[in-house]
């Protein structure tokens, strides 16, 4: 079973950049579906990204566009970069890992900050 570790959030003014990641340990990150979920203050946790085995993509329509998830399976890594970042994108951003059907094994990780703000 994966552990998960996620950096890069922060403070960030709007307009700008941020590339998140999530470092997983374990030799079986490839098999996993890798994705991103947000929470807000308030509101429900939500998904952001996801990223399958097979590089298969999905977006949240709010970061369609302005957001890219990609892997690096040899690094046990997975990244979000967040572009043309709004204040609306502020919330705590989680790490999920998804083992697949039948497997019943879906780690999270404890969450990094984004704060979008002027």
């Known amino acids: 079973q994966v552990q998960l570790v996620e950096s890069g959030g922060g403070l960030v003014q709007p307009g700008g950049s941020l590339r998140l990641s999530c470092a997983a340990s374990?030799?079986?990150?490839?098999?996993?579906?890798m994705a991103w979920y947000r929470q807000a203050p308030g509101k429900q946790r939500e998904l952001v990204a996801r990223?399958?085995?097979?590089?298969?993509?999905k977006y949240a329509d709010s970061v369609k566009g302005r957001f890219t998830i990609s892997r690096d399976n040899d690094k046990n890594t997975v990244f979000l970069q967040m572009n043309s970042l709004k204040p609306e994108d502020t919330a705590v951003y989680y790490c999920n890992a998804d083992r697949g059907p039948g497997w019943g094994i879906e780690v999270w990780g404890q969450g990094t900050l984004v704060t979008v703000s002027s």
């Open positions: 374990g030799n079986t990150f490839g098999a996993y579906t």
């Open positions: 990223i399958t085995s097979g590089y298969v993509r």
